[in-house]
């Protein structure tokens, strides 16, 4: 396992990804994700700097995020109890999370769309969302035979 960072932690803290696809990260995922949040919570109470993380939720700015990840890493540094417990949980969340598969989306085009055979496929088992053929506009659309598995 990589050595976990205050940089990585912020990333998937406060990303568009976790953001938009947080109904889409399925029950496991959740409760995980909330474990990480309360681990980090209860550090930042232990080390009298919980109003860090509140801040940051609140006004989600650069330089607020650069005071918390600073002291993340202060205390990733020196605890290292701590950080295999983020270690950890960061890795189980990576395993938990949804693959998303997305194929002809969002597509405007001034001619014409043909398409060969396409297939989009999944290793079954976990979350998955296949997207195939959504929100194209085009003069005239021609497609072969598409397929979803998963």
Request: no cysteine.
């Amino acid at each position: 396992m990589e050595p976990i960072t205050a940089t990585v932690l912020i990333s998937l803290l406060f990303s568009e990804a976790v953001k938009e696809s947080g109904k889409a990260l399925g029950k496991g995922a959740a409760e995980t994700f909330t474990k990480l949040i309360n681990t980090i919570k209860e550090k930042l109470k232990t080390e009298g700097t919980e109003g860090l993380l509140t801040r940051v939720q609140n006004q989600p700015t650069e330089a607020n995020k650069n005071q918390l990840k600073d002291e993340l890493q202060t205390q990733i540094d020196g605890d290292s109890k701590f950080s295999q417990e983020l270690k950890q949980l960061v890795e189980e969340l990576k395993k938990q999370a949804p693959t998303v598969q997305t194929m002809l989306s969002n597509l405007e085009l001034s001619g014409n769309l043909k398409a060969g055979d396409a297939t989009q496929e999944a290793t079954p088992g976990g979350s998955v969302e296949q997207k195939m053929v959504t929100d194209i506009k085009a003069d005239s659309i021609e497609l072969g035979n598409l397929n979803q598995k998963a």
